[in-house]
């Protein structure tokens, strides 16, 4: 992580550009979930049918995971990067974050199968 970050300043600048990123990408994400919810709805879809059961629960732990994994870990680098604390590099190298991410790849695939394959049917 040292060859990637010349100090603090370098850390704040990569979250600051990640945070938009991130920021727009929840929106997004709400935004469709908003759609779909209409969609449902309008459709006479039942909110409690499996495949929709299935991506309440796995946004749920997607809100979960984001919450007290990732959000925590980048609130920790900062204050590391702000103090120039010799944490920094150590959290930097934390992997816990990485696998975070992808179980937000994965668990979003699988919520995007669910939608559209809809197992257990539509009823």
């Given at each position: 992580a040292q060859r990637l970050?010349?100090?603090?300043?370098?850390?704040e600048a990569a979250f600051d550009a990640e945070w938009k990123y991130t920021t727009t990408s929840q929106f997004l994400f709400?935004?469709?979930?908003?759609?779909?919810?209409?969609?449902?709805?309008?459709?006479?879809?039942?909110f409690f049918a499996p495949w929709l059961l299935i991506a309440y629960v796995l946004l749920g732990v997607i809100i979960i995971?984001?919450?007290s994994v990732t959000t925590t870990w980048q609130q920790r680098?900062?204050?590391?990067?702000?103090?120039?604390?010799?944490?920094?590099?150590?959290?930097?190298?934390?992997?816990?974050?990485?696998?975070?991410?992808?179980?937000y790849i994965v668990l979003s695939v699988i919520i995007v199968y669910a939608m559209t394959l809809k197992p257990g049917g539509i009823q």
């Open positions: 970050w010349q100090g603090g300043d370098d850390v709400v935004v469709w979930m908003i759609f779909g919810l209409l969609n449902a709805f309008f459709s006479g879809f039942n995971l984001r919450g680098v900062l204050q590391a990067a702000k103090n120039n604390s010799p944490d920094l590099e150590t959290l930097l190298d934390d992997t816990t974050p990485r696998t975070a991410i992808w179980a």
